[in-house]
């Protein structure tokens, strides 16, 4: 974190202000900094107001800000910087929220494909309706249908697509050829999977499935006792072991360019195994000498505490777990990349991250599809990441329209915005909205609330 004394020196120094506002605005810019490092969504006046600055002397205050580039990089590496550099600034460039405010329409930026007809387990933490899933009849045309928008979506960002669900993605025999197409196109998509399924035998069958950019599988435990508390399977830890351990062998055999790493969730009472993870990832590295794993997302569990805080005691046990976890991976799996995500990166910090909590009254009606849409096998477009499992009470309220033989994608978002379309929301519909969606609805309003409060020019802080 910056010290008061040097950006009061480069003020003065650069000739911004003289010596007596430098004094004045220092500490204040300081204070900028450090809030917005560590709570990127609060609106303007509020910070103004915890300021006890009038407007124009905040209004000058954001205008010295925006001369010293290295506030704004202290603002981008702070404990919550992931969210600027991450997510909201890449948004920014792309002009992806702008178009949500100004009610434009435009091709989602990000379009997750869910091709999956059904899902061998059953998560406790999961909002799927047991049972339910799309029937094998519907897999020909839905797969025609994601092919039409593999080919409809503008390929300027190669990161547009990526394939998840829903449910679980590997279900759908044609996903292979999904894959190769959207690779012709440049599109290096990421598959979110829990791996029971990347066989060997899958992987003869759909060869296009190497096409991926990359693997990320998540992980439910790391023996079978814990894969079945967590998905009520059996055996199926070794099940996942066993793909993966191939995966990595013919990965290296066969110099597959394919990225592959796992998501680990770190459940309440485990963090304890995060050392036995990282024994799983050497296993999985000495199988494919030369070709370690690519990359590790740990993250924490939040569902389940209502205000979305850790209790002090598990707090205290998590930032253990994980100054041990750090140390192991530096000696075990030097290579490995480790993405810690907003929470623990922040808890590493020795804060507390400040998750956005989006609730029914804070939802925006409109949603942001101009940023981010679903689409399913049946074409629907859902306008919340959690939203697109068959037959989930009320997620059919936030379906944008369905992609058909005479429905480009484009119309039906392009229909959505234009036609004003609203969902009201009810208690419980917060949940259709992952981690990413509440982010953005978030960054969405504190910007709103900053162009009425009259910072239009300076809305959002940073973009
Ligand atoms: S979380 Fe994923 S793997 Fe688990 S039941 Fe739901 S869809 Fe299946």
């Not at 506002?21 to 709570?39: D, I, N, T």
């Not at 550099?85 to 178009?99: H, K, Q, S, V």
Request: one cysteine or more; proline letters at 6%; hydrophobic letters at 40%.
């Amino acid at each position: 974190m910056l010290a008061e004394g040097a950006v009061r020196q480069v003020l003065v120094a650069d000739g911004h202000c003289s010596p007596d506002e430098a004094s004045r605005v220092g500490p204040h810019l300081v204070s900028l900094c450090r809030h917005y490092g560590q709570h990127p969504f609060t609106p303007l006046e509020d910070v103004r107001r915890e300021l006890r600055l009038d407007s124009a002397a905040f209004g000058r205050l954001l205008d010295l800000f925006r001369r010293l580039p290295a506030l704004r990089e202290a603002v981008v590496t702070g404990p919550s910087g992931k969210y600027w550099a991450n997510t909201l600034l890449p948004l920014e460039r792309a002009g992806a929220l702008d178009a949500v405010l100004d009610g434009k329409p435009r091709y989602p930026h990000i379009l997750g494909l869910y091709p999956g007809p059904t899902c061998m387990f059953r998560c406790h933490f999961c909002v799927r309706v047991t049972g339910a899933r799309y029937e094998a009849s519907a897999l020909e045309e839905g797969n025609a249908r994601l092919a039409s928008v593999i080919d409809e979506m503008p390929t300027g960002n190669p990161y547009a697509l990526y394939v998840s669900g829903g449910l679980e993605p590997l279900t759908n025999p044609g996903l292979g050829e999904l894959v190769a197409r959207a690779a012709r196109r440049g599109f290096r998509m990421t598959l979110y999977t829990n791996s029971y399924a990347l066989t060997d035998a899958t992987l003869r069958r759909q060869p296009g499935l190497w096409e991926f950019h990359a693997i990320r599988t998540s992980l439910y435990g790391l023996d079978d006792a814990e894969y079945e508390t967590t998905t009520g399977k059996k055996q199926a830890f070794q099940r996942v072991r066993a793909n993966l351990l191939h995966f990595q062998r013919r990965r290296a055999a066969e110099r597959m360019p394919v990225r592959l790493g796992l998501n680990y969730i770190v459940l309440p009472g485990r963090a304890h195994r995060l050392l036995d993870l990282l024994d799983f990832v050497a296993e999985l590295d000495a199988a494919a000498p030369g070709r370690p794993l690519d990359f590790l997302n740990l993250r924490e569990d939040y569902s389940g505490r209502p205000d979305g805080r850790i209790a002090p005691a598990e707090r205290a046990e998590l930032r253990d777990a994980l100054a041990a976890f750090e140390a192991k991976a530096a000696e075990v799996t030097p290579a490995l990349e480790v993405d810690y995500g907003y929470a623990l990166h922040a808890l590493k910090s020795g804060l507390d991250a400040e998750l956005p909590r989006i609730r029914p009254e804070t939802m925006r009606l409109g949603a942001h599809p101009q940023v981010a849409a679903q689409i399913d096998l049946l074409g629907d477009v859902y306008l919340y990441r959690e939203a697109g499992f068959p037959g989930l009470a009320g997620a059919e309220r936030y379906v944008a329209g369905r992609v058909g033989p005479d429905t480009s994608l484009r119309q039906v978002v392009e229909g959505f915005v234009t036609r004003g379309e609203q969902v009201v929301p009810v208690a419980g519909d917060e949940y259709f909205m992952d981690g990413f969606d509440q982010v953005i609805a978030a960054r969405l309003n504190q910007m709103e609330a900053d162009i009425a409060a009259g910072w239009g020019d300076e809305r959002g802080f940073l973009r």
